[in-house]
């Protein structure tokens, strides 16, 4: 499986062959479809486990006696791990599950990551029910910004040129949790000067 992941992972899938895939691992075509029945079925493969076993970090934090602001923290870290060491599955996990032709095998994956949503939206329900998180929010637009910005590393991460998962878990907390205004920086600076309000122009006279 690793080979297939490499081989989509540089090539996508859509420019991906089961002929590819047989020659990156050193066998012929046919004892390929031995174990899978299309290419489908290797992507499903590569990425169902990646989904399933965020779903399960997930439920676990959201299921421990943590406060709200660390199981915001341990709910990107969760995420932010898969990358390291699995960098390749993730990446292909995030960027090509669209590639899947098999509307069932497609409508399995969706489930997945339709508890996934549902898991983070339920995270930031309960901090804005504990007074935590900000209470005017969209609990479900907050956590789909979340993943928005945590799956966007499968565009740029490289293990052995990004800076260590810790520290972008730490800039991404700080950014989701605390925002990137300096509170001393806006507190000082001077408020804008309010516009004169426009003199009406006089009616006419007959």
């Known amino acids: 499986m690793r080979r297939a992941t490499e081989v989509f992972e540089r090539q996508g899938v859509n420019r991906t062959s089961i002929e590819d895939i ?5 066998i012929k075509r046919e004892a390929i479809y031995y174990y899978f029945k299309s290419r489908a079925d290797i992507l499903l493969k590569i990425i169902l486990p ?10 676990a934090i959201i299921n421990s006696n943590l406060p709200a602001e660390q199981k915001l923290e341990a709910a990107i870290r969760n995420h932010l791990d898969r990358f390291n060491p699995n960098y390749l599955e993730m990446t292909v996990a995030l960027r090509e599950d669209h590639f899947l032709e098999d509307e069932s095998k497609a409508a399995e994956l ?7 949503t549902h898991l983070w939206t339920r995270l930031i329900e309960e901090g804005q029910e504990h007074g935590i998180f900000k209470p005017g929010l969209d609990a479900r637009m907050v956590a789909n ?9 499968s565009r740029w991460y490289d293990p052995g ?6 520290k972008i878990l730490e800039i991404f ?3 989701v949790a605390h925002g990137i205004v300096d509170p001393a920086a806006a507190a ?6 309010k516009k004169p309000a426009r003199a ?4 006419p006279k007959d």
């Open 22 to 26: 047989a020659n990156a691992v050193g």
């Open 50 to 59: 990646q989904s399933t076993s965020l779903v399960m970090g997930l439920g």
């Open 110 to 116: 969706r489930g997945v990551w339709n508890e996934y």
């Open 145 to 153: 910004g979340i993943l928005g910005m945590c799956n966007w590393m």
């Open 161 to 166: 040129k990004s800076i260590p998962i810790d």
């Open 173 to 175: 907390f700080t950014m």
């Open 188 to 193: 000082s600076r001077p408020a804008a000067p």
């Open 200 to 203: 009406r122009k006089a009616a």
